[in-house]
Every structure is written in C-alpha cells, then in structure tokens.
C-alpha cells in the first residue's frame, strides 16, 4: 500500500491506528464516536437603551443570541467581545458576566456534543447591525426586549435575556427594589 503524505510503500504495522502504535497526536488514545464532543463557547446580551441584539443563524426564523468557540489564548470575556463584533457588527462593552448555561444535543453525525457557554452583559459603543458578516449569519438586527424574548428559538437564552434585562434595568435605575418592582 503507497502512503497518501509520502509516496513510499507502508508496512502492516505502518497502517496500523496511531493509538496502537503507541503515537501520541489529535485523536490518538480515542476510538471516533466514544464520549461527546465538548465546546466551551462565550457570547454577549448587549443592550443599547431597551434594545438587544440578535442574530439569525440558518434563516430569519432562528434567531439566538450572538455566542461562539473561544479560542486558544483567549479569555471567556474576549471571545465574547469579539463573536458579538463579528456575528453582529457592533462593537460593545462587556459589563459583567451574567451566567454560564450548558445542554447538549447531537451532531447530524449522531454524535453527542456537550456545549458550555458564558454569557455576559454587555453595551453599545459603536458600529452597525447592518454591518454583520453574511459569512457569520444570516442576519442580524436590535429587537425591543419584550419581542426579542419572543423571538429567541431556544428557552435557555430566553432565561439568559430575562437576568440580563433584569441587570439591564438595574443598572439603568440603581435605586433598591425599583427595578424589579415593574415585573410581575
């Protein structure tokens, strides 16, 4: 058999799996489909006045709140920052963290995945909506909060939007008990 990198002709124990040769790399050790994948991902509720940011990912119809992988090197409060610029187009100030969610669901493979995602509180300094990266989402707008709590496809970030517009209000009106008086 020729090898695909190098050309030269491969040995019995040369086609044998990394993990049985004893090679450490990505994968070796692990049989494919064993345990779920796991992903540890950051996003933002950032306001400006009454209003959030939403994107739609696949179609108008599933709307979510911006949120992605953070990467190497990269704190949770950076990725969060930097996903809700490029998912949105808007730049914004993280105030503080709000709640970290987790769930799990599968991939089309079948394969299991186990997410974990930081969500923070954030608001607006500058940029558009209309300035999102169609490569990102399909789209992505300001929502007053009432219809972005309608609007948002998973119950999870709903619960996420309802602290963070709770925080929101408080940081608006700091006076005790005044902001949480309105809800019912």
């Known amino acids: 058999m020729d090898c695909r990198r190098t050309g030269g002709q491969l040995s019995a124990s040369d086609r044998q799996p990394a993990a049985r040769r004893g090679r450490s790399g990505r994968g070796a050790g692990r049989r494919r489909g064993r345990g779920p994948k796991r992903f540890h991902s950051a996003g933002g509720v950032l306001f400006q006045e009454d209003k959030v ?8 119809e599933r709307w979510q709140l911006p949120k992605g992988r953070i990467e190497r090197g990269e704190s949770p409060a950076q990725a969060a920052q930097r996903e809700v610029r490029e998912e949105t187009g808007v730049e914004g100030e993280i105030l503080e963290p709000l709640t970290t969610i987790q769930f799990s669901y599968q991939q089309r493979s079948g394969r299991p995945v186990h997410k974990t995602v930081d969500y923070f509180l954030m608001r607006y300094v500058s940029g558009s909506a209309s300035d999102y990266d169609p490569g990102e989402v399909f789209e992505a707008g300001w929502f007053p909060w009432p219809r972005a709590e309608e609007i948002l496809t998973f119950a999870n970030e709903r619960s996420v939007l309802k602290i ?3 925080r929101w209000r408080e940081r608006q009106d700091p006076t005790p008990g005044r902001a949480g008086a309105e809800e019912g």
């Open 53 to 60: 940011v939403l994107i739609a990912i696949g179609s108008a």
């Open 164 to 166: 963070a517009h709770r």
